[in-house]
């Protein structure tokens, strides 16, 4: 016999987690494409951003065996929450829809709209765990990457990079500040 756990406990397991594997990976993925910015023509710059932050999810799956959250556990239970976050992830690529329309037209809008559109994802998971990090995360990338886009238009595919990188190293301390705090109380 098994007992169904509620939506607020699970939401509780959930937001105790730790969050750093992704975040990592989102870090690790806009590094490179900074550096293929920075070094290689347009055509495989923009190759780069693509498939370093479409490999983004791919990272965060082995990163999560070391920061110990390890994902594709199985003796983890299920978790309404996971299901939610990975919708989140699907919004998320599914607005590449806007991005690719807009890259044909615009090469350089692509550092621009990968880089609020993959940001999304964080506004759910600040309502979720009850923390501002993700509005933290989201907002600041949105305003920042847009300046950035307007203010360097001749080195976009180097400073939103850059920015992306900035925003995830803040995110990351905050999060990790958050779970010691949690598995100190």
Do not use: C
């Not at 976050?85 to 044909?104: H, R």
């Not at 990968?114 to 907002?139: E, K």
């Amino acid at each position: 016999m098994t007992t169904e756990r509620s939506l607020d406990d699970q939401r509780r397991e959930f937001a105790a987690r730790r969050f750093l594997a992704m975040p990592l990976a989102g870090t690790i993925a806009w590094i490179v494409a900074g550096i293929a910015g920075a070094l290689l023509p347009p055509v495989q710059a923009t190759w780069a951003l693509f498939i370093a932050t479409g490999s983004i999810v791919y990272l965060g799956l082995v990163l999560s065996r070391f920061t110990g959250e390890n994902f594709t556990s199985r003796t983890r239970p299920k978790n309404t929450f996971d299901r939610l976050f990975l919708y989140t992830v699907g919004m998320s690529l599914l607005v590449y829809a806007i991005a690719i329309p807009f890259f044909m037209l615009d090469y350089t809008s692509l550092p621009l709209t990968v880089g609020i559109l993959a940001g999304l994802m964080w506004m759910p998971l600040s309502w979720i765990i009850r923390h501002g990090v993700g509005l933290f995360h989201a907002i600041t990338r949105t305003v920042l990457v847009t300046a950035a886009w307007f203010l360097l238009p001749t080195q976009r595919f180097t400073v939103i990079p850059a920015v992306i990188v900035a925003v995830y190293a803040v995110t990351i301390v905050i999060l990790e500040r958050r779970w010691r705090a949690l598995a100190t109380s």
